[in-house]
């Protein structure tokens, strides 16, 4: 998790993807964080992930970890603009 100053984020939609369950403390902190003027972007396990591990009960099977690898390159793409977007501010 990161933050940066709200005034480069105005154009920016924010965004927080994090599980339902057992991240009340998280959301507090995020919240707590904007409450402040900072935005905040969350990167999590992304759905192809979480299916190949069975929403995380094989995370410490080795034999996954080629799949585990291409599925963290994929989301990377996927996600890497909008992280970009936001990470690179020019002043």
Request: charge should be negative; charged fraction near 20%; aromatic fraction near 6%.
């Amino acid at each position: 998790m990161w933050s940066s100053p709200a005034s480069h984020w105005e154009s920016q939609a924010l965004r927080t993807r994090l599980p339902s369950h057992g991240t009340a403390p998280l959301r507090g902190e995020i919240e707590s964080l904007r409450a402040g003027g900072s935005a905040v972007e969350v990167v999590s396990p992304g759905p192809a992930f979480l299916a190949l591990t069975g929403n995380g009960t094989r995370m410490l099977d080795n034999s996954l970890v080629p799949q585990a690898y291409e599925a963290g390159q994929r989301q990377a793409l996927d996600d890497g603009g909008r992280i970009r977007a936001n990470w690179l501010i020019e002043g």
